[in-house]
C-alpha cells in the first residue's frame, strides 16, 4: 500500500526525490475507517486498506480520483453532483464540512452509509498540496438503528392496541406508563394517569390490597398472578387475570412493577354457562333413579291414605302418619339436593368444608344410583377446610360418581374417602402439577371394569369418551380435571382392567383450616299470639293445611286464591293483617305484582315470599320492594312458625341489598 499523508518534492534534475515515510504510517493503515489522500486537481496519491475495501477495488495513484466512480447522494436519497461533493468543495473553497453523512454508490451497486472528515494538506510553506479524508461507515450501524425504530414502532403498537391493559409503576406506585386499553378501562386519558396511583382509580380496600401485592413483587422478585374484580369507568363489575412482575433499570436494581390484566368477564360467564351444561348432563343421567326412588317413596303415601280414613286404633293411625310425613321429607330432600346440584351457585372461592359436600353428593347417589351398587363414605370429623367453589366441587364429586356407576353395570362397591395430607418436596415432585403444602384429598374408588392402560393418558381430553353413542359427551372428566387445576389442586389416576379405579383429587386445603362446630339441635316451636296472617297460594291444598297448622298454632288465618283476591280481601281487613305469606308464582296475578300493590297501600306491611323454586328468578324483584324472608316449598312446620316469629318481632327489617344472590331459605 501506498504511504498515506505524504508529499513529493521535485528535485534539482526534476525528478522527484525520494519520500519520507512518515511515523504514523502503520498507525493508518491499521484503522479501520477509509483514509486516503488526494492532490490539489483530486487525484489520489496514497489510501489504506479499508479504503480500497470501500472502493471495491486497488485504487490507481496519481490516475484515480478521490471520487472514482461513486455516486453520491444526501442521507434522504437525493443526489448530490460531484462538484458539490465536500470534497470538491474543500479542494476549490478552502471549506471544510467535517462529519457530513453521505451515502455513496459504487458501480456493483451496493450502497454505503459514509461520515466524511476531509481536511486540507499544506506543505511547509503552507501552501496547499491537497487533501486527507477519513471515511467512516456506518452502514451497520444506521441499520441497527433502523433495526431498532422498526421494533420500537412494533412494540409501541402492539403494546397499543392489545386487549390487555398494560402499566407500569415506580416503587411509590405512581403510574409511569399505560397503554390506550388501561386509558379506556379507567375511563382517563393518559395524562391524568401518569404520576397517580392505585387509590386514585379504586376503592380504598381495593387500593390497599393492589400496592400491597406490588410490594409483595418487589420485595421478593417473584411473579404474581391471580383473578381479582374490579369496576371499569362504565361502573361495571369486571373479572380480570392479573400478572404482575418487578421492574429492573440497567443495573439490575428493582425499581418498580409492570404488569397486564385482562377482562375474562365474558370468558367467565362462558365457563358457567358450560358448567351449568355439564351438571345438566349429570342430572339426565341420574333421571330414571330419581323416578325410580320417588315411585317407592309415594308407594307407601298411596297406601296409608285409605287406611287413615277407616276407623283406626290411634297407635296404628300415628304409626301411618310418621310413615306419610318420612316419606314426604325422604322425597323433599331428594327434589331440594338435585335443584341445588342442578342450579349451582358459581362464584369466588370462600372457606368451606368438605365433609358436608361429600354428605349431600353421597346422599344423591344413595337416593338415584341402582340399588345393586353398595356405597360408603368414610370421612374423618377433622377435615381441614377448603378455599373454593362448593358447587364445582360438588359437580367434580358428581362426574366422579357417576362414571363410577357407568362402570359397574352389574354392581359393585362405589367408596367416597377424604383424609388430610401433607405434600413435601419429594412427594411434589410425582405430580407435574403438584407442589409442597397442606392438602385434602378426596378419593373415589369403585370395583368396576376399570380403564385399559392405552387409554387413561387421553380421559382426560376434550369429547373422549368410550360410552356409546348417545350415552355420554366426554366431558365430564375434562371439566372436572379443568375445575380442580382452578382450585390449585391436581388429580392422580389408579386403574386396573377387571379390579377397579381411584381418583385421587388434591385440593388446598384453606390456611388455620379447622373442624366446624356441629349443628345444633332443633329449636322448640314457636306459637303465636292470635297475630292475622293472609296466606295466598294457588295450590288449595296448600291454603288448608296452613289453615289448620297455623290455626292449631296460636294465629287467626285468612286466605286468597291469587293476586287479585288476595288484595280484596286486604281491604276488608287490612288494619287486622300483620303478615302476607305469599307464594311467587300464581295466575292472573303473581306474588311480584301483589307485592309491589300492597307496599303501594301499605309500605310496613311484612311479607314472607314462598317458592317451590330453591332459587326463585323473582327473587330480586321482591328483594327490591322490601321483602327480607324467603321459605322454598316444601318447609317443616318448625321453619314456618320460626319466620313468623321473627318478622312478626323485628318490623321494619331492612332487606338485604339487591346485589346479593337470592336465597330461599331452607
Request: overall charge negative; proline content about 7%; charged content about 20%.
Amino acid at each position: 500500500m501506498n504511504p498515506c499523508c505524504c508529499s513529493a518534492t521535485p528535485s534539482a534534475s526534476g525528478s522527484q526525490a525520494p519520500q519520507r515515510e512518515p511515523p504514523y504510517r502503520k498507525f493508518i493503515g491499521a484503522l479501520a475507517a477509509a483514509v486516503y489522500t488526494c492532490d490539489r486537481h483530486g487525484r489520489i496519491t496514497s489510501y489504506n486498506a479499508a479504503a480500497a475495501t470501500l472502493w471495491g477495488r486497488e485504487p490507481e495513484p496519481g490516475t484515480d480520483r478521490w471520487c472514482g466512480s461513486w455516486r453520491i447522494y444526501e442521507p434522504d436519497g437525493r443526489p448530490i453532483p460531484l462538484a458539490e461533493s465536500p470534497m470538491a468543495e474543500l479542494l476549490q473553497t478552502g471549506r471544510t464540512t467535517a462529519g457530513r453523512e453521505l451515502v455513496i454508490e459504487r458501480p456493483d451497486g451496493r450502497r454505503f452509509q459514509v461520515l466524511t472528515h476531509p481536511q486540507l494538506i499544506y506543505d511547509e510553506f503552507g501552501a496547499v498540496l491537497g487533501a486527507v479524508n477519513l471515511l467512516v461507515d456506518i452502514t451497520a450501524h444506521r441499520a441497527a438503528e433502523a433495526r431498532l425504530q422498526d421494533s420500537e414502532r412494533l412494540y409501541q403498537s402492539l403494546v397499543a392496541n392489545l386487549p390487555q391493559n398494560i402499566f407500569r409503576k415506580d416503587t411509590a406506585g405512581r403510574f409511569t406508563f399505560a397503554n390506550a386499553r388501561l386509558c379506556v378501562t379507567l375511563g382517563r386519558p393518559l395524562p391524568e394517569l401518569l404520576g397517580r396511583t392505585d387509590a386514585d382509580f379504586f376503592p380504598p380496600e381495593q387500593a390497599a390490597q393492589f400496592r400491597a401485592d406490588d410490594l409483595r413483587v418487589m420485595a421478593t422478585g417473584e411473579p404474581y398472578a391471580a383473578e381479582e374484580t374490579i369496576q371499569d369507568a362504565q361502573g361495571r363489575t369486571r373479572q380480570v387475570q392479573v400478572n404482575k412482575t418487578a421492574l429492573r433499570d440497567a443495573a439490575g436494581l428493582v425499581c418498580g412493577v409492570q404488569g397486564v390484566f385482562l377482562d375474562i368477564t365474558e370468558k367467565k360467564l362462558l365457563e358457567r354457562q358450560f358448567l351449568r351444561a355439564q351438571r345438566m348432563e349429570s342430572l339426565g343421567t341420574l333421571a330414571c333413579g330419581v323416578a325410580h326412588d320417588l315411585n317407592n317413596i309415594l308407594a307407601p303415601i298411596l297406601m296409608a291414605v285409605p287406611l287413615l280414613r277407616m276407623d283406626l286404633p290411634p297407635a296404628d293411625f300415628a304409626s301411618l302418619m310418621d310413615i306419610m310425613e318420612s316419606s314426604v321429607q325422604r322425597g323433599a330432600g331428594i327434589v331440594r339436593q338435585l335443584l341445588a346440584f342442578g342450579r349451582g351457585t358459581e362464584g369466588g372461592h370462600t372457606a368451606l368444608q368438605p365433609r358436608h359436600l361429600l354428605r349431600e353428593i353421597h346422599n344423591i347417589a344413595s337416593e338415584t344410583f341402582p340399588k345393586n351398587i353398595a356405597l360408603s363414605a368414610h370421612v374423618p370429623a377433622d377435615l381441614w377446610a377448603l378455599m373454593g367453589d362448593a358447587t364445582q366441587i360438588q359437580q367434580v364429586l358428581m362426574n366422579l360418581l357417576v362414571n363410577a356407576r357407568d362402570a359397574m353395570p352389574l354392581g359393585g362397591r362405589l367408596i367416597t374417602q377424604a383424609e388430610n395430607l401433607e405434600v413435601d418436596a419429594d412427594y411434589a415432585k410425582l405430580h407435574i402439577d403438584a407442589r409442597p403444602g397442606r392438602y385434602v384429598r378426596l378419593k373415589v374408588t369403585d370395583t368396576g371394569s376399570g380403564i385399559p392402560k392405552e387409554i387413561q393418558e387421553r380421559i382426560f381430553e376434550p369429547f373422549f369418551t368410550t360410552k356409546p353413542p348417545g350415552q355420554g359427551t366426554g366431558l365430564g372428566l375434562s371439566t372436572t380435571l379443568g375445575i380442580v387445576q382452578s382450585h390449585g389442586g391436581f388429580i392422580h389416576l389408579y386403574s386396573e382392567p377387571g379390579i377397579g379405579t381411584t381418583f385421587s383429587i388434591y385440593l388446598p386445603a384453606a390456611p388455620d383450616s379447622a373442624a366446624d362446630e356441629p349443628p345444633a339441635g332443633p329449636a322448640p316451636l314457636v306459637r303465636g299470639a292470635g297475630e292475622t296472617i293472609l296466606v295466598v297460594d294457588d295450590e288449595v291444598g296448600f291454603i288448608e293445611a296452613a289453615t289448620h297448622t297455623l290455626s292449631l298454632n296460636g294465629y287467626s288465618l285468612l286466605s286468597a286464591r291469587d293476586g287479585g283476591e288476595a288484595l280484596a280481601v286486604f281491604a276488608r281487613h287490612r288494619d287486622a293483617i300483620k303478615v302476607v305469606l305469599t307464594d311467587v308464582q300464581m295466575p292472573v296475578m303473581d306474588g311480584v305484582t301483589l307485592v309491589r300493590v300492597l307496599k303501594k297501600i301499605a309500605p310496613q306491611l311484612q311479607v314472607i315470599a314462598s317458592s317451590g323454586l330453591e332459587y326463585s328468578p323473582q327473587a330480586d324483584e321482591l328483594r327490591a320492594l322490601g321483602v327480607a324472608h324467603f321459605l322454598s316449598k316444601p318447609y317443616p312446620v318448625a321453619q314456618l312458625l320460626t319466620r313468623l316469629h321473627e318478622v312478626l318481632h323485628t318490623p321494619g327489617e331492612a332487606a338485604p341489598a339487591t346485589g346479593a344472590q337470592p336465597v330461599f331459605n331452607q
